[in-house]
């Protein structure tokens, strides 16, 4: 073969090869452009708040499945990461730096408990990854913190909400009694702080410990002082041990709860001691009363039949948290291409966002962004909820 034919093939050869390494490359190009963009999840899922991150976790995912079939974020699908903290602050810290570090998510949802959410809030931050908690601390977003978030419904609002009830009912004198962890010390702020405003008297304070399994003591000297109601702050499983310590006591006064219960699962382990208590709820749990022109109901029932066709089991406040942190993500993602800090800033821009939990407005001052009228109050009659004046 000559020299001349042979250089001929050499020069076709390599464009072949060039125009294969350019298909490849455009290929490989394409692809990178429709990777998923992963949004990292924290909740309970297993242990004693399991009733909290179960139904997150399913939320979650319920969310991201809508988004997907309904086209994605400019075309780009969402994937979950999901761990179980199982409601340990140290495994929050822990999973936030593995869904950072090694997962390389844009944003995260959760976690489920305020404890929690306040030992991955600094790992978020110094990262510079958007968190949307689940957790209702007021803590979480007061001091505002730029790259953290919340849904569910403030201490502050929960608080007034009961202590309106309260004042319309001329009950003054009250007692408190609230759970020894970073949920009930923020709820407690709130319930001594804003007492004087509804010229209320706290006459006695008590606390119990996360795993206290009797209140008997607390609530012997809590009767002592006479007050008029008696006000519980915490999450399952203690609010349960103190309406049925109330009950075996005899203490026939009004007991109201914090939203921290506001789900089937206290009204199961209270059982015939949660009636007649009152609470400051999301519309959830009265959706189907509410009437037909509230801004929330259409998707209120929209995820309440979704979830329930979906895991065969009531849908609870709980897993809106999470539902709502996904939407308002989605929303805050468009345009963005999973920049992060583009999606921090829409999310403290977004208005009028309809969800689960209320209607959210956020702000660079508010990064709950719900309202007063977030909560309804709330009565437990014949093992269900009642809408209350």
């Known amino acids: 073969m000559s020299p001349k034919i042979k250089h001929r093939i050499t020069a076709v050869i390599a464009g072949i090869l060039t125009a294969a390494c350019l298909m490849l490359a455009s290929s490989a190009g394409a692809d990178s452009a ?13 242990g004693p708040a399991s009733f909290l991150g179960d139904p997150e976790r399913k939320s979650m995912t319920m969310a991201i499945d809508q988004i997907n079939e309904a086209g994605g974020i400019d075309g780009r699908m969402l994937e979950a990461i999901i761990y179980d903290t199982e409601g340990d602050p140290s495994r929050a810290v822990m999973n936030a730096r593995r869904l950072i570090n090694r997962d390389n998510v844009t944003a995260i949802v959760g976690p489920s408990l305020t404890p929690t959410s306040l030992a991955a809030v600094p790992v978020a931050q110094r990262a510079r990854v958007p968190l949307i908690s689940c957790a209702a601390g007021n803590r979480i977003t007061a001091p505002i913190k730029p790259w953290v978030f919340k849904t569910a419904q403030s201490d502050i609002h929960a608080v007034s909400s009961i202590y309106q009830h309260l004042r319309k009912n001329g009950l003054t004198k009250v007692a408190i009694i609230t759970v020894s962890d970073s949920f009930g010390e923020s709820g407690k702020d709130q319930l001594i702080e804003q007492a004087d405003a509804f010229g209320l008297e706290l006459v006695a304070e008590e606390n119990f410990g996360v795993s206290d399994t009797d209140m008997t003591a607390q609530l012997t000297n809590m009767r002592r002082a006479e007050p008029d109601a008696i006000v519980c702050w915490g999450t399952n499983p203690g609010p349960a041990v103190v309406a049925r310590n109330i ?40 959706a189907d009363i509410l009437p037909d022109d509230d801004p929330q109901k259409q998707i209120l029932n929209d995820y309440i039949e979704a979830y329930e066709t979906r895991f065969q089991e009531p849908a609870s406040a709980f897993g809106g948290y999470a539902f709502d942190a996904v939407n308002l993500l989605a929303e805050a993602m468009k345009g963005t291409d999973g920049d992060r800090n583009k999606i921090r800033d829409n999310l403290e821009s977004i208005e009028n966002h309809v969800g689960i939990s209320g209607t959210f407005n956020f702000s660079e001052t508010d990064h709950n962004g719900l309202a007063p009228d977030a909560f309804v109050m709330v009565r437990i009659q014949n093992g269900t909820w009642e809408l209350v004046d």
């Open 247 to 286: 009950d075996q006591l005899g203490i026939d006064i009004p007991l109201y709860m914090s939203h921290g219960v506001a789900s089937p699962r206290f009204i199961d382990l209270a059982g015939d001691a949660a009636e007649g208590i009152l609470l400051p709820t999301g519309r959830i749990l009265v």
């Open 34 to 46: 429709k990777d998923p963009i992963k949004i990292g999840g924290i909740f309970s899922v297993t």
